[in-house]
């Protein structure tokens, strides 16, 4: 019943490459904006990545350089962020967010651990 649960962190080499989930529920998916944000200790939460409810148009932060893939599948009330050639910059705690396009009312998930390291 937890309307966002992260999936697929973990520890990876730089280089390297790994896909996070996010699964929705409880709510009418297609309604809302889906965003991945990031937080490193120390730092403030920024915005990875959006994906539009309307028309499925993706954004991306400057930082990510090309590497990083949002893509949603409504039918399957979820978001995905392919990451390829981490860095160790990148490693955070990724939160998956959900936002209705209309009301502005929000969602946030727990968070899944993304460590880059050798």
């Known amino acids: 019943q937890v309307p966002l649960v992260e999936s697929g962190g973990g520890l990876v080499q730089p280089g390297g490459s790994l896909t996070l989930s996010c699964a929705a529920s409880?709510?009418?998916?297609?309604?809302?904006?889906m965003m991945w944000y990031r937080q490193a200790p120390g730092k403030e939460r920024e915005l990875v990545a959006s994906?539009?409810?309307?028309?499925?148009?993706?954004n991306y932060a400057d930082s990510i350089e090309g590497r990083f893939t949002m893509t949603r599948d409504n039918a399957k009330n979820a978001i995905y962020l392919q990451m390829n050639s981490l860095k160790p910059e990148d490693t955070a705690v990724y939160y998956c967010?959900?936002?209705?396009?209309?009301?502005?009312?929000?969602?946030w998930g727990q968070g899944t651990q993304v460590t880059v390291s050798s």
């Open positions: 967010k959900a936002l209705h396009r209309i009301s502005g009312y929000v969602y």
């Open positions: 409880g709510f009418t998916f297609s309604f809302y904006t």
């Open positions: 994906i539009r409810s309307t028309d499925g148009r993706t």
